[in-house]
């Protein structure tokens, strides 16, 4: 896969420049920031030759109020942290936080660190919105096991009630594939019957039954590529695989939004790091050609091979990658393409096959395919996709095919069924149906909290939906008060997202109905009001845009 320097010198494919709808801020504060992320992306202009249909991504630069009150909630929260880290230090308030010993004082501290002061002094005093156990499928609605804290979140004892059907809004469960009845359920279920629950044994050895051959064919067929390969979790498909494909001499161009697993991975190669603007063509083009001109540092040799990962969908955003320019970039200047499509995969395109098949790409222009099944299939473990020769070279390069135990059988026949649902191998039209409503449920949730006045982030065709909440007392306040109303959300702050963005996060799915959605929206509105949520000054997308939602469900029909 290594490429010399003479095959990176610049083809003579006409030059590609791209035009990200760019806006200046409106305020000197959030300035720099407004300019790389808060911008409508509109298609303007020649890029516009890549695509079929409208691309429209928002996302609202943060009113000025809205930001200095933010950036005041953390400073008065980070000087009473530090006042109670002194209380602390005297005894005069109880410490339950790790610590270093006594005997360890003269060493270098292992637990005084930044992330360290925000978990005890900011995340402990909202720490109840996460980690709530549930007691039944996590489908469009969920049971909640009730708990209570007597010590200010820092432990929590259950009560043995349950809050029952509470409508779920944030599981990734895209088509409703999360379930304990039907036939994907009834298959999985004779599945552990024949083979059990557990394999014992890594592929190279005991561990490789029909069903993972049956499973990989498959997947092979769904994405439109040679050959497959399935490893039981997702995370490691990213982190162990990456290390196999490039390694010291590499250059790996990583967007800064990517997932923790994709950065991971990355790291571990040894190779060296990039890291451009979110979507953005321009600062992708600028880094892949300081590469090719400037080489390796120091030595100027050529890199070995350039890699570009990207995401599908990026969960914290809800924005679509700009495939086709990417593409456009990757064949201009000779490099290797990853593309992770954990969220995007069952959840976009006609077939569902993903954002590949949402822009009408050739798979073949993809380099390297991964995905997950963990969301839009209901199931465990992740895929990498792609020419025989990549997957034989994963076989026996990569560390979570060699040393990992196989995916449970259950967990492959759950996979295998649901898959074949998708592409209306089972006979029926459950797939196509579920991949309707999927869309039609998006577009009205996105359409009614644009009407609402919130600020909103992503595509307008993501079923992911983030909120912005900013500040970090609405963290805790939001996620509590939807609970109240039988709403289960995820809220997301710092380090999952920059300090001054925290968010709601809503997973759209299938199985949702109507009438939930609307009992989840009239609830969202109620606590909008009530904590003054409402900031967007934009106007919600006007009718000609709103077309594109569900242009390509129409050439599925046809």
Known sequence: ?????????????ICLHTSNGKKPGRNGLLKKHSEQRREENHLVGHNAVFYNKPFVESFEETPLLVAVLTYMGYGILTLFGYLRDFLRHWKIEKCRVASEREKHKDFVPLYQDFENFYTRNLYMRIRDNWNRPICSVPGAKMDVVERVTHDYNWTFEHTGMVLKNVINMGSYNYLGF???????????????????????????????????????KLVARFLGVES?????????????????LA?????????????????????????????????????LEKLLRDAIVHGQPRTHRPWKKILILVEGIYSMEGSIVRLPEIIALKKKYKAYLYLDEAHSIGALGPRGRGVVDYFG???????????????SFGAAGGYIGGKKELIGYLRTHSHSAIYATSMSPPVAQQIISSM??????????LGRERLCQLSE??????????????????????????????????IGAFGREMLKRNIG????????TPIIESRARFCVSAAHSKEMLDTALNAISEVGDLLQLKYSRQPRPCSEEEGHHFSYLESYQD
């Not at 490429?3 to 003579?12: D, F, H, P, V």
């Not at 009205?444 to 909440?469: A, K, Q």
Request: proline share 4%; glycine share 10%.
């Open 420 to 429: 074949k649902c998708i592409m209306g191998e089972d006979g029926t039209t």
């Open 247 to 283: 390694g010291k001499g590499c250059l790996i161009l990583s967007d800064e939004l990517n997932h923790a697993s994709l950065v991971l991975g990355a790291r571990l190669s040894g190779s060296a790091i990039r890291v451009f603007k979110h979507n953005n063509m321009q600062s």
């Open 489 to 496: 959300t995820v809220v997301v702050g710092f380090p999952a």
């Open 441 to 474: 449920n998006t577009a009205y949730f996105r359409r009614r909290l644009h009407e609402m006045g919130f600020i909103i982030y992503g595509n307008e065709d993501s079923p992911v939906v983030p909120l912005m909440l900013y500040m970090p007392a609405k």
């Open 178 to 216: 999360a379930e304990n009845s039907g036939p994907c359920a009834d298959a999985s279920a004779e599945a552990t019957m024949k083979y059990g629950v557990g394999v014992s044994g890594c592929r190279h050895e005991i561990g490789n039954l029909d069903k993972h051959e049956e499973l990989e």
């Open 361 to 375: 790409v050739d798979p073949c222009d993809v380099d390297i395919m991964m995905g997950t099944f963990t969301k």
């Open 228 to 244: 497959s390969m399935a490893f039981g979790m997702g995370f490691a498909t990213n982190s162990m695989n990456i290390p196999a």
């Open 1 to 13: 896969m290594a490429e010399n320097s003479a095959s990176k010198i610049l083809n003579g494919d």
